[in-house]
């Protein structure tokens, strides 16, 4: 089943995007070389006090920590620890949600540690954010889910890569309803499985957190002896971005964006609904 919000629910989570995205600013400047992992944690755990809100990563499935971070060739669910020290030219993913009395926010981005990045993983990041917004820009009235999955993989296979081949859009892991619980019904693909079918209408009330994870190789990942962190075969690095957004009567408004989703979605010819919490 697939939980439709009311307006009145859609502010509630609207609160709890915006804790989310509030951990993603303090997280950003402390992702810097020298930083552990762990200070990340703190930071989120430090916003989410400030906010009066709740982690709902830690103790998820039994998960130890606030945030997940997810270094280099980590796809998701890298656990923050003090052993894992940020280097200049690393790259980070960084997940992370927020509880609202009850209702949930989950968003993802991956940052830059330090300079001198090479234009491969400059480009990857770029991709795995731009294929993120196709798919935002295709949460609307009468599209289905398939046309979310079909945009996020439209999208990275038209971007040619600065070395060369394909990219790989991993397969194992992809985005999901959100709202009274993080993880709930429909499962999104990041890309199209004809066998799957177009999947559910998206109505006024659809709320679904878009997650692509794309890597510099193979798609295939395994995950490592701690049962979460999660790494890609070929040892290549990996890109995750991710928003919460709800479809409302006035359009999609993106829940863990400080703007709502405005500007971005400007770019691409579509109007975001209003904030109701402006």
């Known amino acids: 089943m697939v939980e439709i919000k009311t307006p009145e ?20 400047e402390v992702a810097v070389p020298g930083a552990t992992t762990k200070d990340l944690d703190d930071a989120a755990r430090k916003v989410l006090a400030e906010h009066g809100a709740k982690s709902n990563f830690l103790g998820y499935g039994g998960f130890p920590a606030t945030i997940c971070t997810s270094v280099n060739d980590v796809v998701v669910h890298g656990i923050p620890d003090t052993e894992t020290v940020l280097a200049n030219g690393d790259i980070i993913s960084i997940d992370c949600g927020a509880i609202v009395d009850g209702w949930h926010g989950d968003a993802a981005y991956t940052a830059f540690v330090g ?10 990041s770029r991709v795995t954010e731009g ?17 979310i999955s079909k945009a996020i993989e439209g999208y990275i296979r038209r971007q040619p890569r600065p070395a060369g081949g394909k990219y790989g859009i991993v397969e194992d892991y992809g985005g999901h309803g959100i709202g009274s619980q993080m993880h ?11 066998k799957r079918g177009r999947g559910p209408k998206l109505v006024p009330g659809f709320c679904i957190a878009i997650e692509p994870m794309v890597n510099l190789g193979t798609p295939k990942t395994h995950v490592l002896e701690d049962d979460w962190t ?27 964006a400080p703007d709502g989703g405005k500007a971005r979605l400007a770019e691409l010819g579509i109007t975001a609904a209003p904030d109701p919490l402006a």
């Open 9 to 28: 629910q859609i502010a509630k989570m609207r609160e709890a995007g915006l804790v989310v995205a509030a951990i993603h600013a303090a997280t950003r």
């Open 184 to 194: 709930m019904d429909p499962h999104l693909l990041n890309y199209v499985d004809r």
């Open 230 to 256: 999660v790494k890609s075969n070929d040892g290549s690095w990996s890109s995750h971005w991710e928003h919460s957004v709800a479809l409302t009567e006035q359009g999609p408004l993106v829940l863990t």
């Open 115 to 124: 300079s001198g990045h090479s234009a491969e993983l400059i480009e990857l």
């Open 131 to 147: 294929s993120m917004w196709a798919g935002i820009a295709a949460v609307a009235k009468g599209n289905r889910l398939v046309d």
